[in-house]
């Protein structure tokens, strides 16, 4: 079956560091990927996708890159902020029939940012 | 903007109750889905409906049911609520044109204390 692996926080950085979350998969086929973000008290919220091999996705100064090869999907943000402080999941969603929108979650990680 | 609407943000219950979640959202989309947010373990997919009375069961559905009666409602139903049920239940729906990438449109989230 599918699955997603995410690196196992929590992670804490001081404001302007640089900032990577490893996310790897299991998948049959070509799933699209997608990252999610959770701020404190909300729900999910999509921070960006890639429905493609090579693709980048990319929003509000984070990217990631769809690398079949390795299967992973790493997030990275050159310089965080304290307002980046939340949870953060690496998705897939598999393609084709009623497989529309039923993504798999990683189990999140949790990250802050400190002054 | 997309809106998912859940009925209630803080539950309370005893064991043995029944529960009622409620999920509306605003912008036609075909799909609904529950998911179940646990720490530790991501999101897991306890059922969703990909059309008016239609449903399947998720990777969870153990110990709930679901009703789907109009297109923008989508119930979660714990007929007899135990302690292990404690959690975070999270609604989101997705278009099927959207849905060919998955992006999933989410609600605030229920937290749900069964005592």
């Known amino acids: 079956g599918n699955s997603v692996t995410q690196m196992e926080g929590p992670v804490t950085l001081s404001e302007e560091a640089f900032l990577t979350i490893n996310c790897t998969y299991t998948a049959t086929g070509y799933p699209s990927l997608f990252w999610y973000v959770q701020y404190p008290g909300e729900g999910l919220q999509l921070l960006l996708k890639?429905?493609?091999?090579?693709d980048k996705g990319s929003n509000k100064g984070f990217e990631a890159t769809y690398r079949k090869e390795t299967t992973s999907f790493h997030l990275e943000k050159g310089s965080v902020q304290v307002s980046d402080s939340a949870v953060y999941f690496c998705a897939l969603s598999p393609r084709g029939g009623t497989s529309y929108g039923k993504l798999t979650f990683g189990q999140g990680t949790i990250l802050t940012v400190h002054p | 903007d997309v809106k998912v609407t859940q009925s209630s943000r803080y539950l309370v219950k005893r064991t043995g109750e029944k529960v009622f979640l409620e999920c509306v959202q605003d912008?036609?989309?075909?799909?609904m889905f529950w998911y179940r947010q646990d720490p530790g373990l991501g999101l897991r997919l306890i059922y969703f409906?990909?059309?008016?009375?239609?449903?399947e069961k998720g990777d969870i559905p153990e110990g709930y049911s679901v009703s789907r009666e109009k297109k923008e409602r989508f119930s979660l139903i714990l007929e007899s609520a135990s302690t292990n049920q404690t959690s975070m239940y999270l609604c989101a729906s997705s278009s099927n044109y959207r849905g060919l990438t998955g992006e999933l449109f989410f609600g605030e989230g229920s937290r749900l204390t069964v005592l």
């Open positions: 409906s990909y059309d008016v009375k239609m449903k």
């Open positions: 912008m036609d989309h075909e799909n």
């Open positions: 890639a429905t493609k091999a090579d």
